[in-house]
């Protein structure tokens, strides 16, 4: 009898819980992006509420990682994730039905190290630890094309790698304990080199043989297919960038606020080298066929 | 051979309050004493006091024993017996598993009727049998005075009047004086070559026990200790 | 030995309605795949992969972490049950640290003692150091005071104090210190490489469950949380229960 009672009252529960966590609201726009100034022109859309002025109801979420994002869009908590190709290349691969929409960022990715002995990427010894977002990130990705490039094994720091947000990586690399490179993005490459005796291993684009996008922005093939909304994101995106160009003083201002930066140092950022806000799309090709052949991309193993 | 102890006028107590008062007694070798009186009176309190359990204090008198006299106790509580140990690990508790101590704990257990059980844990025993390991490990210190505190008190009284007969077999084959607490008069006569009666106020008796004496002048000895002990 | 076996048939009835599950296709084969591939994926990484070294890795270091535990929690107890500052700082601090989950530490531990395998032993130590250190002192302060008489009056040694009477009789009590320490140093171990990654050469199983996370292998995943499972199974109902039965429950001694 109380058994029965339980069983009801669970299933319940859950009933309640589902229903409250995933509300099928088919008209809201489910949008998640990552912390950081690559995401830029992402905060200009937020803060100005630019894709409510074209009548899109929008919910935005900031996610840690890609991971999370990409689980959450395999969940259908969300509609839109912002994250670097390879992890999209990953879900793909898996047999996600998503597809990219639109670049948004390419930036100057670098491995700093902390230790002047540490030069180049045949430098680096068994014992070091090089701390990247996740394993599967672009900057290991990154990691494993100059590792095959010069040393001739994709995978050979692949069990030196540690996993750290990209300001914990910099606190780290600054303490100088048992970590000796970070393989991070920008403002992070720039506030680690200009510490003293802190060198840059391996630039990005190096790693790479040239320029790629660090950015995207996917959705499901049927969302971007069929979608209104998709449509007006890249049109909305496009709108942002160019009125980041335009007007530089009014986004440093905008930007600045929400990243709780000096205006000074947003500035250096967003109108140096560092970052190019742009919704082409460069590299991919080049990283799936990487990525294949060095295994990263097994495919689905069929039943 | 001289006496084991002697007490002068001794008070023993808790945070200065006497519970013992102006005690005079000797226990001479192979002497067997019984200890008798109301709960709270006392008993326990004096037979701890020469184990040298140091919970109660010394108020005043003498107290004397024989340098190095070897001491051995019996408690009344089963949980004496360590319930991870067998039998005859519990005899031979804190000693040497020599050959010697071996053949020594076997005959002793033997003596108490406990040769089967030497392998036995002690949750598969009864009470009785808990005891006698306990009178076993005792034993097993060659004791020249075994204290024991109402080593029957938990006891029906069949298996109670079978260990009585055990105590007294295995007093008489060691040399040995034992003292022994207890709440049964009859008890206290059947064992004891003397009793102690202990009373309100430090009064205290000692009455002989004469083992040949028929069965009307232990009924009458009874009855007078039932009499003392109701004034 | 009878409770595993319970323990298994529960787990087959599991698998069964997995199956059912993914045969229905309610959730796409990327987040829910069959029990054939996450059966396969088990051959494949236990075989192929390093998931052996990392299991192995992952016992290496909970068992390292529960012997430094274990040796602090008798020298914590040992102060403990003296009287006076000694004993009240022990106190206090038992009561602010056991509360702590270690993954909350983790952010400090990182600035103390860096991100090595130095940073998990210390995180398992804390996790199960406390749960010792209580049941330790209960079992302590349980044992009946005619133990303490016996050995005066039998003039026992120290050694055979500890040893042979204080530890047998806390027994009980230690078991069940063990047992919660064990669940919380794998969940310790576990937690803490899923926020890292790789430590250690191979890592141990957090490692494994992240990098299968973030490659998106979910039949790897899967086959990983298996293996976790049966190794809870095999440690708390194979065992623990032989332990209990060749000790506390053969002294009729079991709570």
């Known amino acids: 009898m109380r058994l029965r009672y339980i069983v009801v009252m669970l299933l319940t529960a859950c009933l309640l819980y589902s229903g409250c966590s995933r509300p099928a609201d088919e008209g809201v726009l489910k949008i998640a992006d990552q912390y950081g100034l690559a995401y830029a022109p ?27 994002i990409r689980e959450a869009m395999l969940a259908g908590d969300l509609d839109v994730g912002f994250m670097g190709i390879p992890p999209y290349l990953i879900g793909r691969d898996k047999g996600m039905e998503w597809q990219v929409f639109t670049g948004l960022t390419s930036a100057k990715l670098g491995l700093v190290s902390n230790l002047s002995s540490i030069g180049n990427i045949e430098d680096i010894e068994v014992h070091h630890r090089i701390v990247v977002p996740q394993p599967g990130s672009i900057q290991h990705m990154l990691l494993s094309m100059a590792a095959e490039r010069t040393l001739g094994d994709a995978a050979i720091f692949d069990s030196q790698l540690v996993s750290m947000k990209h300001p914990d990586g910099l606190q780290v690399l600054r303490a100088k304990g048992d970590i000796q490179m970070h393989f991070t993005s920008p403002p992070y490459v720039n506030m680690a080199l200009a510490e ?9 684009e190096e790693a790479f043989g040239g320029p790629f996008t660090f950015i995207i922005g996917v959705a ?35 930007l600045s606020a929400y990243y709780d930066l000096s205006e000074e140092d947003t500035r250096d950022y967003l109108l140096g080298e560092q970052l190019r806000f742009g919704t082409e799309i460069e590299g991919m090709g080049a990283f799936e066929s990487f990525m294949s052949e060095a295994g990263y991309l097994t495919g689905i193993e069929e039943k | 051979m001289s006496v084991l102890l002697n007490t002068e006028n001794l008070s023993l107590g808790y945070q200065g309050e006497a519970l013992i008062e ?50 051995a106790m019996v408690f009344q509580d089963y949980e004496q017996i360590f319930p991870w140990k067998t039998v005859l690990d519990n005899v031979l508790v804190g000693l040497e598993k020599s050959t010697v101590h071996l053949t020594e704990s076997k005959e002793i257990l033997m003596e108490l009727g406990l040769s089967d059980k030497e392998n036995a844990y002690p949750h598969t025993l009864s009470g009785g049998q808990k005891q006698r390991v306990a009178i076993a490990r005792a034993l097993m210190r060659k004791p020249e005075l075994l204290l024991m505190d109402e080593p029957f008190g938990n006891l029906d009284y069949q298996t109670r009047r079978r260990n009585q007969k055990l105590l007294r077999k295995v007093f008489e084959k060691h040399a040995m004086s034992i003292l022994l607490v207890t709440h049964d008069l009859e008890e206290a006569i059947e064992l004891g070559d003397r009793v102690l009666l202990l009373k309100q106020a430090g009064e205290h ?10 069965r009307e002048a232990r009924t009458r000895l009874l009855e007078e200790l039932i009499f003392e002990l109701d004034t | 030995m009878k409770r595993f076996v319970r323990h298994m048939a529960v787990g087959l009835v599991l698998i069964g309605l997995w199956q059912v599950i993914y045969l229905s296709g309610v959730y796409p084969a990327v987040s829910f795949p069959s029990v054939t591939q996450v059966v396969r994926s088990l051959v494949i990484e236990l075989g192929e992969g390093v998931l052996g070294w990392q299991l192995l890795n992952t016992l290496r270091t909970i068992l390292s972490g529960l012997l430094i535990g274990l040796l602090l929690a008798v020298l914590l107890v040992l102060l403990w049950r003296r009287k ?24 400090l531990l990182i600035l103390w003692f860096g991100v090595g395998e130095r940073v998990i032993i210390v995180m398992i130590v804390h996790s199960v150091v406390w749960p010792l250190a209580i049941n330790l002192k209960a079992g302590m302060d349980a044992m009946p005071d005619i133990y303490n008489q016996i050995a005066h009056v039998f003039s026992l040694s120290w050694k055979t104090r500890m040893l042979e009477i204080a530890l047998p009789s806390s027994l009980p009590y230690l078991l069940s210190g063990l047992k919660t320490a064990w669940a919380r140093a794998w969940r310790a171990m576990i937690a803490g490489e899923m926020i890292f990654g790789v430590i250690g050469e191979h890592g141990g199983l957090g490692t494994y469950l992240f990098q299968k996370r973030v490659f998106m292998d979910t039949p790897a995943l899967l086959a990983g949380l298996l293996i976790i499972t049966v190794m809870g199974i095999l440690v708390e109902d194979i065992f623990f229960v032989w332990v209990e039965k060749r000790t506390i429950r053969k002294w009729g001694m079991s709570r």
Do not use: C
Not at chain 2, 27 to 55: C, H, N, W, Y
Not at chain 2, 205 to 214: C, H
Not at chain 3, 84 to 107: K, M, N, R, Y
């Open chain 1, 196 to 204: 003293e005796g802190f060198r840059l291993v391996l630039d990005g």
């Open chain 3, 84 to 107: 006076g500052f000694l004993a009240d700082l022990v106190q206090t601090l038992v009561s602010v640290a056991h509360p702590l989950p270690g993954v909350a530490l983790l952010p």
């Open chain 1, 220 to 254: 499901s093939k049927s969302m971007v297919e069929n979608g209104q909304g998709i449509e007006i994101m890249q049109e909305t995106l496009t709108e942002a960038i160019e009125w980041m160009q335009r007007n530089p003083d009014e986004a440093v201002k905008l």
């Open chain 2, 205 to 214: 008796r000692f009455y002989d026990v004469d083992d040949n004496a028929g």
């Open chain 2, 22 to 71: 102006g005690l005079d007694m000797t226990l001479e070798p192979q002497e067997f004493l019984t200890v008798v009186g109301l709960t709270g009176i006392g008993k326990s309190t004096l037979l701890r006091f020469m184990a040298g359990l140091q919970d109660q204090e010394q108020i005043g008198g003498q107290f004397t024993e024989k340098t190095g006299l070897r001491k």
């Open chain 1, 42 to 68: 992402l905060a200009v859309i937020k803060e100005r509420s630019m894709l409510e002025d074209k009548s899109l109801e929008v919910e935005w979420v900031q996610l840690g990682n890609a991971s999370a």
